[in-house]
């Protein structure tokens, strides 16, 4: 019996020591394990009692259960305790401090396309261009007819339409039927004005054409307006996106809506002329189509072709943000791809 209850007050102290010591939950739990577990220490003991003497079994069974009890008691109280300064701590670490400054909050960046109608409108702003807005929904006859296409015009065939279910209402192909909406505004008046917009062509996806894309259009209109003007103001507007010392190169074309009708090209910014890959080594990158406007577009816009006349210009935003900013694909403008839009943040 004397073994028995010396084992107990060993178990007794040595535990009581090593509970005051626990200082973490973790901790906590691996005494409980050990000392009043199911095959804890205190257990061992108290099968024990079975081999003891009848008269001696009621004397061991009460030293046995005390010492569970002060065991359980302590333990419960020293759990608590431990608690209580873990959630203190969790709190203070947690705790804001509203004296220290804000985190910063990233903003984003604007988008290239937005960035470059900026500038556009920037610049032709400068120049005494005001900004015109026009309907993307069109009817036939202004997107084509007023603009010297009538129906069954070859030229038809250089725009990929989208038809809608109205007849003869389409999306428009061009921003050019705006160049009609501020004629007739401003006619028989001078006319000075860029359209910024969406348009929509029936095209296959690829990285150099998309379905919907942005185009600006430029029109003036006035007395003695001649070609030596429209050339002035694209070869300021060409200075002032692409830097200083740009050099322009006019190519003959054809627009329907223009006589005579120029492609614009720029010096390339990254060869300097001398041939790269973006210029495909020529040393120059087309950036807008341009002209004079032709007289029966006047004469539809309400002006007298006889006594004015007028120059008109036409630029595809995304191919001046491809060019300008090294963008390789005309998809990654609207693809919300995360990462385009992060790696080319301006």
């Known amino acids: 019996m004397q073994d028995l209850l010396r084992e107990l007050e060993e178990l007794r102290r040595e535990a009581g020591a090593r509970l005051a010591a626990a200082a973490s939950g973790d901790l906590l739990g691996a005494w409980h394990g050990e000392i009043l577990g199911r095959r804890g220490r205190l257990a061992q003991l108290m099968r024990q009692l079975a081999e003891a003497p009848a008269a001696d ?3 061991l069974g009460r030293a046995a259960n005390e010492v569970k ?6 333990f419960a109280a020293r759990q608590a305790e431990v608690q209580r300064h873990e959630r203190e701590a969790a709190l203070a670490a947690e705790q804001v401090d509203v004296t220290l400054p804000g985190r910063p909050v990233d903003l984003g960046g604007i988008h290239p396309i937005t960035r470059v109608l900026r500038d556009v409108g920037r610049i032709f702003g400068q120049m005494g261009f005001q900004v015109f807005d026009g309907p993307e929904v069109e009817t036939d006859e202004l ?7 009538p129906e069954g015009h070859p030229a038809r065939d250089m725009w990929d339409t989208f038809y809608t279910t109205v007849p003869n209402l389409i999306l428009r192909t061009h921003t050019s039927p705006g160049q009609i909406y501020a004629m007739r505004s401003h ?18 996806v690829t990285a150099r054409s998309e379905s919907m894309f942005h185009q600006v259009e430029g029109i003036a209109v006035g007395e003695h307006v001649a070609f030596g003007d429209l050339k002035g103001v694209l070869v300021g507007f060409a200075e002032e996106m692409f830097g200083p010392g740009r050099q322009l190169r006019f190519r003959k074309s054809y627009f329907p809506f223009t006589e005579p009708s120029v492609e614009v090209d720029v010096s390339c910014f ?3 002329g001398g041939g790269c890959v973006l210029c495909k080594q020529s040393g120059w990158l087309e950036i807008l189509g341009a002209g004079m406007v032709h007289p029966r577009v006047l004469r539809d816009g ?15 935003p995304e191919r001046i943000a491809m060019l300008k900013y090294g963008i ?7 693809s919300n791809d995360v990462r385009f839009l992060a790696a080319i943040r301006l």
């Open 270 to 272: 990254l060869c300097g």
């Open 302 to 316: 309400g002006y007298d072709p006889a006594r004015v006349s007028g120059f008109a210009f036409g630029m595809g």
């Open 187 to 204: 006619a028989p008046g001078p006319l000075r004005v860029i359209l910024p917009g969406k348009t929509y062509r029936y095209e296959q």
């Open 143 to 149: 997107n084509f007819g007023l603009l010297n296409m």
């Open 328 to 334: 390789a694909d005309i998809r990654y403008f609207f």
């Open 69 to 74: 009890r002060e065991l359980e008691e302590g």
């Open 57 to 59: 079994r009621a004397r």
